[in-house]
T-cell receptor, first 113, second 115 residues
Framework: DAGITQSPRHKVTETGTPVTLRCHQT?????MYWYRQDPGHGLRLIHY???????DKGEVSDGYSVSRSKTEDFLLTLESATSSQTSVYFC????????????FGSGTQLSVL | AQTVTQSQPEMSVQEAETVTLSCTYD???????LFWYKQPPSRQMILVIR??????QNATENRFSVNFQKAAKSFSLKISDSQLGDAAMYFC????????????FGKGITLSVRP
């Protein structure tokens, strides 16, 4: 299995608080992605990165920011968490933008009360 | 923007039987990649099979095969000899061949396997 670690695995927080999720990889892959999974919506891309300090928005980026200061870490921040951001968050990595598959982390269950 | 449609939210199959999960997509590109991912209750995302659009031959991985119809923009997954362990949510996904391309998922289908 690809070396991807998401932390924390579970988090409960209150509306209005900042939250940071971490994705750490040991594969030295260039591309990293943050997805959220919600019932009836599948997985939707929040942000992605194609290199250190190179990031771009996905389809549901409002309310989220990301940072990638080194190859192995990709951080997702909810500046002020809202209940609509309660979701399962997945990090994924890929070596290139070709057919190589994405490797997924185990997910973070975030509950915003 | 590319879209991926999985119109069936749920399906059920008898153990040892064959089931087909449907997927359609919309794109104006000619070169792209298609995938089926499996998500069991453990929540782990597992790649089942992948297909390059430029290849006419349908991909096969053991009991899993696809029916890729490029003109119809259809990419269905056939599971033969269904097993209890096949019960999971299945996602169809699309990825263009362009630089910095992203994986776009369908909404998923929940497959149950009856013993």
């Amino acid at each position: 299995d690809a070396g991807i670690t998401q932390s924390p695995r579970h988090k409960v927080t209150e509306t209005g608080t900042p939250v940071t999720l971490r994705c750490h990889q040991t594969e030295n892959h260039r591309y990293m992605y943050w997805y959220r999974q919600d019932p009836g919506h599948g997985l939707r891309l929040i942000h992605y990165s194609y290199g250190v300090k190179d990031t771009d928005k996905g389809e549901v980026s409002d309310g989220y920011s990301v940072s990638r200061s080194k190859t192995e870490d990709f951080l997702l921040t909810l500046e002020s968490a809202t209940s609509s951001q309660t979701s399962v968050y997945f990090c994924a990595i890929s070596e290139s933008n070709r057919v190589q598959k994405l490797f997924f982390g185990s997910g973070t269950q975030l509950s915003v009360l | 923007a590319q879209t991926v449609t999985q119109s069936q939210p749920e399906m059920s199959v008898q153990e040892a039987e064959t089931v087909t999960l449907s997927c359609t997509y919309d794109t104006s590109e000619s070169d792209y990649y298609l995938f089926w991912y499996k998500q069991p209750p453990s929540r782990q995302m597992i790649l089942v099979i992948r297909q390059e659009a430029y290849k006419q031959q349908n991909a096969t991985e053991n009991r899993f095969s696809v029916n890729f119809q490029k003109a119809a923009k259809s990419f269905s997954l056939k599971i033969s000899d269904s097993q209890l362990g096949d019960a999971a949510m299945y996602f169809c996904a699309y990825r263009s061949s362009g630089a910095n391309s992203k994986l776009t998922f369908g909404k998923g289908i929940t497959l149950s396997v009856r013993p």
